[in-house]
């Protein structure tokens, strides 16, 4: 049973527009969620995250909402750019600094 | 600032070959992890450390193994290699303590294919 699911496997949106990328997870317990950002060839670097006792945190264009009650986490990037194509994993913390991840989305920007 | 370096970036085993991975780590962290994707799919943790001498299993520990005998180094073993270990493996690490929000920092990561 997968405890975090990126249900969308690919999400391509304009330049300067919204980019809103969702995640759904199972487990109650976990007390922190993350976005990480990965390119080809590059390991995944951390993009921002939300404690658990949130429902909001925001860093430049970047933006996540936590939904406690339907289990449910988004992440909105404005205005979209170019540089912004990758693929995006959802990670759910459970002490000990342990994730566990979901499948990832591509995201691709047009310009 | 290095932060986490893996060694190698790619190799070829055959079948029932055994290496190690390494991962060291500049940033004084006490948490390290190994974890490895397979396409398409997200990161499975391997095992995990909490600080030198203490090892622990994660989700996907079978075929591997690993030791922590300084807070810089965390290799992975593989023995008797087999198709199915055929992957991408990131080393990580994490500031331990109240801080400690998960945020993991990567290595560039090793891609191994068993044939």
């Known amino acids: 049973d997968q405890q975090v699911k990126q249900n969308s496997p690919s999400l391509s949106v304009q330049e300067g527009r919204i980019s809103i990328l969702n995640c759904d997870y199972t487990n109650s317990m976990f007390d922190y969620f993350l976005w990480y950002k990965k390119y080809p060839a590059e390991g995944p670097t951390f993009l921002i995250s939300i404690s658990s006792i949130k429902d909001k945190n925001e860093d430049g264009r970047f933006t996540v909402f936590l939904n406690k009650s339907a289990k449910h986490l988004s992440l909105h990037i404005v205005p979209s750019q170019p540089g912004d194509s990758a693929v995006y994993f959802c990670?759910?913390?459970?002490?000990?600094?342990?994730?566990?991840f979901g499948d990832g989305t591509t995201l691709t920007v047009k310009p | 600032n290095a932060g986490v370096t893996q060694t190698p970036k790619f190799r070829i085993l055959k079948i029932g070959q055994s290496m190690t991975l390494q991962c060291t780590q500049d940033?004084?962290?006490?948490?390290m992890y190994w974890y490895r994707q397979d396409p398409g799919m997200g990161l499975k943790l391997i095992y995990y450390s909490v600080g030198a001498g203490i090892t622990d299993k994660g989700e996907v520990p079978n075929g591997y193994n690993v030791s922590r005998s300084t807070t810089e180094d965390f290799p992975l073993r593989l023995e008797l290699a087999a198709p199915s270990q055929t992957s991408v493996y990131f080393c990580?690490?994490?500031?331990?303590?109240?801080?400690?929000?998960?945020?993991?920092?990567f290595g560039e990561g090793s891609r191994l294919t068993v044939l």
């Open positions: 990670a759910a913390s459970l002490g000990e600094g342990k994730s566990t």
């Open positions: 990580a690490s994490s500031l331990a303590g109240d801080t400690n929000t998960g945020e993991l920092f």
């Open positions: 940033m004084n962290h006490n948490y």
